[in-house]
């Protein structure tokens, strides 16, 4: 009985169903933004383990204004040589538990940051609520999403390509933007799906990390926090239409609000690492040094961001496709040991020919611009940050679990003080990775 019983379970926890309400971790899930609402029929409970792993390998060098590396001089860069980064690995657990109600967990089993297995979070989604017995709450439904739990913040267009650890299938290049719009937070999130339009609306606790203790505002590190949990209030605005056979267009508009959580992490949440391995460092990069070629502005008590998104796909002829996604975005804030909020902007913008039978091979382009407005530090000045990124990229997907990808990136920055390891700085060259996501 009891070797039966084992047997249901595993049973059970290997089925492969189709989850249409959670997103594809594999190449079915490219472009995909908000999940739209789909009719589905509950089954019973089933449980779809999967996960993403990436092995990347670099030929990079870099290079700023302090000259060759010296073990005593914190400000010159440390040689690179060419090898295998850390494979990174991701274990998603996605759960349909009753008639549209779904649970999405995500753990990291190894990581930059963290080599050991930890929670990135879960969140219940609910597309039905079997649970009310009123009609008008099945009306409501029939063009509503919940989600309640800690999960990535709705912020913008631009997470759903980016990299995250293990699963790179979303991102045709190598890493995430320059200014990296990334956190999973605490909070509920409502989605209206009116026709081509979607309504985001999100309240969270603004905090990567929680803490319950009330912060000491008397404490330098923290006078301009009132030492409260204020919460982050996000909204977006999108219109994603597939105009004809051919043309598909999707244009958002969003924003992310706090008043202050003096840890806020909404440009510095990610809890995985960058792609460009050993980059911009004087010491070779351990788990505490793992965002290499990423800038954050500060912001971490007050923030205030807006983003605007602009999507295209043309299909040319049966096979071949042209897509384009563009990012600008300003973000105004300051830490809890500010007064004055300071800026932030980024422009991204790609190109991306994809071709094949299946569309299983694509080349692209992209161009990251970022700047931005940093406080005066001890014996540095104010200044204002300027970095710049091109990279080339070109992708293969075996199937559409397997794919390779090789990318050329040219990263500079400008205007740095003569007294910081960025001044004068660049890098460059060829990185490429393999991934399995299912």
Request: hydrophobic share 40%; proline share 4%; charged share 15%.
């Amino acid at each position: 009985m009891k070797k039966r019983s084992l047997l249901t379970v595993v049973a059970i926890l290997t089925t492969c169903v189709a989850f249409a309400q959670l997103r594809p971790t594999n190449k079915d899930g490219i472009n995909v933004f908000e999940t739209p609402k789909t009719d589905t029929e509950f089954e019973g409970l089933n449980v779809k383990i999967g996960g993403a792993l990436t092995l990347p390998f670099s030929t990079l060098d870099h290079s700023n204004a302090h000259g060759a590396y010296d073990v005593n001089d914190p400000l010159t860069l440390v040689p690179l040589t060419n090898n295998f980064g850390l494979p990174q690995a991701n274990l998603f657990i996605k759960s349909n538990l009753s008639d549209g109600i779904y649970l999405n967990f995500e753990l990291y089993l190894a990581s930059r940051h963290h080599n050991e297995t930890w929670v990135k979070g879960g969140f219940l989604q609910m597309e039905k609520m079997p649970f009310l017995p009123w009609d008008f709450v099945d009306d409501i439904m029939q063009f509503t999403t919940i989600k309640v739990g800690q999960f990535n913040v709705n912020y913008g267009d631009a997470h759903f390509r980016r990299s995250d650890g293990g699963l790179t299938f979303y991102n045709p290049f190598m890493e995430n933007h320059i200014m990296d719009e990334f956190a999973t937070e605490i909070g509920a999130e409502i989605d209206l799906h009116l026709g081509d339009f979607t309504v985001v609306g999100a309240i969270t606790n603004g905090q990567l990390s929680p803490a319950m203790q009330q912060i000491d505002t008397e404490d330098p590190a923290y006078q301009y926090s009132n030492g409260k949990m204020n919460p982050a209030l996000i909204g977006k605005l999108a219109f994603d239409k597939q105009i004809n056979d051919q043309f598909r267009l999707r244009v958002s508009g969003s924003g992310y609000y706090t008043a202050g959580s003096y840890k806020n992490t909404l440009f510095g949440g990610d809890r995985t690492g960058s792609n460009y391995y050993g980059v911009m460092y004087h010491v070779a990069p351990g788990t505490s040094a793992y965002t290499n070629g990423r800038f954050n502005p500060g912001f971490g008590d007050k923030v205030q961001a807006v983003m605007g998104n602009l999507f295209l796909k043309y299909t040319l002829v049966n096979g071949v496709s042209l897509e384009s996604f563009t990012t600008l975005e300003n973000a105004q804030g300051r830490s809890a040991s500010e007064k004055d909020m300071r800026a932030a902007n980024q422009f991204v913008t790609d190109l991306v020919v994809r071709f094949g039978a299946e569309e299983q091979f694509y080349v692209g382009g992209r161009y990251n611009a970022f700047n931005a407005e940093m406080a005066a530090a001890g014996s540095t000045p104010a200044y204002k940050a300027n970095i710049s990124r091109t990279a080339i990229a070109a992708g293969w997907f075996m199937t559409k679990n397997v794919m390779a990808k090789l990318e050329y990136v040219k990263q500079n920055y400008n205007d740095f003080p003569s007294n910081s390891i960025y001044s004068d700085a660049q890098f460059n060259g060829l990185t490429l990775a393999g991934s399995i996501a299912f």
